[in-house]
């Protein structure tokens, strides 16, 4: 059987795969690049049993996900850079209170207003610091709209499976872009589900130390009642200030995604075997390295590709592990310089580090990073 | 004698309430109210914001939720869109409800869907240590406004009201049988439904420049109420610094996540 393609843009794509992975709920504001993601998601949720709302502002779109979440349903949102600075202090609340739920940025210029309806990849650091305090964060960034729709079921796979918010960062290219996709079949993709507690309901603990550093989510409604707080709060989830806890919680809560690091870490390596320089490049720039680097190739350069597929956490130790191969590492990006310092802080002055930045609402051209590329040679 | 402890985490004890606030009488008149309904346990979500009054979840034996400043009742609507049959009830106060969560307030009464408001009013930032709120008087002392307030305070029942609230009452914490009586009406009630209740903060609320005794502010509850059938034979001048109490509002209009209901089985159809 031919599967059915469809000509969809990476906004209608998100909204696509979010239904295959079982969302039935999006909260959200409209705020270009976005907005395409909140009109597919109030025409299809009602199709399959879903509820749309457009609220009142970003902060309440943020808070009814997850309000909708701790009552059950895999749930959503969708904004832009103003919108995703509003939305960090419900994200925090998310990330201490382990309720899943998955937040999707379509990066666009900024500063403050910025640039409406321009690209830019300027917010990842954000995604990862956005909120105050120490916490985990998983952010997911795709390079294409069949990526922005298989990305989308593995962004809340990893959020029910760790009970944490996940970041998915498109930019305005990949949100507004039209390619031939296949919808999976929800029935052929792995669909994962919080776990939910076995145990009576007096015996329950939401935020215990365990050996995992995970717990099962208990939803309300459904026979256990506990207590959700934003405060630091102990085992039972009661708000304490008792100095051990907090601190063994807190450290708990990094741990949780740290050590499940390979896991949640996916990237992808292109023509990196004999390579001695390599370019570090995500989303759309991932695309015009790409041609950067087969134009390159030509003139017989050794160059790949290493793109993260998830930024947050950073993949440190396959970095580090490309500083010891290659000599030149080429990080491209749609800011004036973020993930460089990542890189940089990875490679350990294994390699020399360049940095190919741009801010001015245009994709960077293949041109610009193959000039990157030459300067090695 | 009515046994609270049914209803209550009494592990969870003492709460972090100062002696003579209201936030207790309030509590107590909810878990008359939710005992003479007969509403299960598992199926209420209790669901407040940051504050003295928002506090009152921790302590009661229920699915409870406490969120961040102002944002209590966005959080309750998505647990109510996709668990209808909960009853959910929100806990705020006049800082959280009405001011860093105003915006929320006036549109999920615009929606008017279905969860039960219960507003803490006692004029005042109380666990923050007693900075003006958007409700209180002109002229009025708080840590904030040292020289008298100059604003113009909201009425919450009437901003209530005007967003399209199908039901809206006032009471006071001296009120505290008919307050329960408020409350179950407010909870049986299909669509957004708020109580406004006069509450003392004796630790922090300086409206005339001085402390006022828990007992003090009782008796001034007592003495200013009119109950609203009475004031409606009264004058403008009668009414005067008069606060009218009872059910303000009890109307019938469409619940949004009903018509929501309606409008999925309509898509579905086709």
């Known amino acids: ?377 | 004698m009515f046994d609270y402890k049914k209803y209550l985490r009494t592990e969870k004890l003492p709460h972090i309430w100062c002696p003579g606030c209201g936030d207790g009488i309030i509590m107590k008149a909810m878990i008359r109210a939710i005992d003479k309904l007969g509403l299960k346990k598992d199926k209420i979500a209790m669901v407040s914001g940051i504050g003295c009054s928002s506090r009152t979840p921790g302590y009661i034996d229920v699915n409870t939720l406490h969120t961040t400043h102002g944002r209590p009742i966005p959080f309750a609507v998505g647990i109510k869109a996709v668990k209808p049959e909960m009853n959910v009830i929100v806990v705020t106060g006049d800082g959280d409800g009405v001011a860093i969560g105003g915006n929320h307030f006036i549109h999920t009464a615009r929606r008017n869907i279905d969860i039960t408001v219960l507003l803490y009013n006692n004029w005042t930032y109380g666990m923050t240590g007693g900075q003006a709120s958007p409700t209180m008087h002109i002229g009025d002392f708080a840590t904030t406004t040292p020289y008298g307030s100059i604003d113009q305070p909201f009425d919450i029942c009437r901003l209530a009201e005007a967003s399209g609230a199908s039901f809206v009452a006032r009471c006071t914490t001296f009120h505290a049988v008919l307050l329960t009586n408020l409350i179950e009406k407010a909870l049986r009630k299909k669509g957004f439904s708020l109580v406004e209740i006069y509450t003392q903060c004796p630790t922090y609320y300086r409206g005339a420049g001085k402390r006022v005794s828990a007992v003090e502010m009782l008796q001034g509850f007592k003495e200013s109420s009119v109950m609203v059938d009475a004031a409606k034979k009264m004058s403008p001048e009668e009414l005067k610094d008069k606060t009218i109490i009872g059910v303000l509002v009890d109307r019938d209009l469409p619940e949004y996540l009903d018509e929501y209901k309606k409008l999925i089985e309509r898509v579905r159809k086709k």
């Not at chain 1, 399959?48 to 309440?60: L, N």
């Open chain 1, 1 to 377: 059987m031919v599967k059915k393609r469809y000509l969809l843009s990476g906004n209608d794509a998100c909204a696509e795969g979010a239904i295959a992975a079982g969302a039935r709920f999006f909260a959200g504001y409209p705020i270009t690049p976005s907005s395409e993601i909140a009109e597919r998601f109030s025409l299809r949720l009602p199709q399959v049993g879903g509820i749309f709302m457009q609220m009142e502002d970003e902060i309440a779109s943020m808070a009814a996900i997850i309000g909708a979440s701790i009552a059950g349903t895999k749930s959503i949102t969708a904004t832009s850079g103003p919108g995703f600075s509003l939305k960090q202090e419900n994200i925090g609340f998310a990330c201490l209170t382990e309720i899943p739920c998955v937040v999707i940025n379509c990066m666009r210029g900024g500063p403050s207003t910025g640039l409406p309806t321009l690209p830019s990849q300027a917010d990842v650091m954000q995604a990862k610091w956005g909120t105050h305090g120490d916490h985990p964060t998983i952010a997911l960034v795709p390079c294409s709209v069949q990526e922005s729709c298989d990305l989308m079921i593995r962004a809340f796979n990893l959020s029910e499976k760790y009970r944490n918010p996940v970041m998915f960062l498109l930019d305005e290219v990949i949100a507004h872009m039209r390619e031939p996709i296949t919808i999976p079949d929800p029935d052929s993709v792995e669909i994962i589900n919080r776990e939910k507690p076995t145990c009576s309901p007096e015996k329950y603990l939401p935020y215990d130390f365990t050996e995992t550093d995970m717990n099962p989510m208990a939803n309300f409604g459904e026979g256990y009642r506990y207590h959700i707080t934003g405060l630091n709060h102990d085992q039972t989830g009661f708000p304490t200030d008792d100095p051990e806890l907090v601190e063994k919680d807190e450290e708990r809560l990094l741990r949780k995604i740290s050590r499940n690091r390979d896991d949640i870490i996916s990237y992808e390596e292109k023509w990196l075997e004999d390579a001695n320089v390599a370019v570090f490049a995500y989303g759309t720039t991932a695309r015009t390295a790409k041609d950067a680097i087969i134009e390159a190739r030509k003139s017989g350069v050794k160059v790949g590709l290493f793109r993260p597929i998830t930024l947050w956490p950073f993949p440190d130790r396959e970095v580090e592990k490309l500083a010891e191969q290659v000599d030149v590492m080429i990080v491209a990006e749609m800011n004036l310089g973020q993930m460089v310092f990542e890189v940089e802080r990875c490679c350990r002055g294994k390699t020399k580090v360049r940095g190919v930045f741009q801010a001015s609402g245009e994709p960077i051209a293949p041109r610009k990073i193959l000039d990157a590329i030459l300067e090695k040679k």
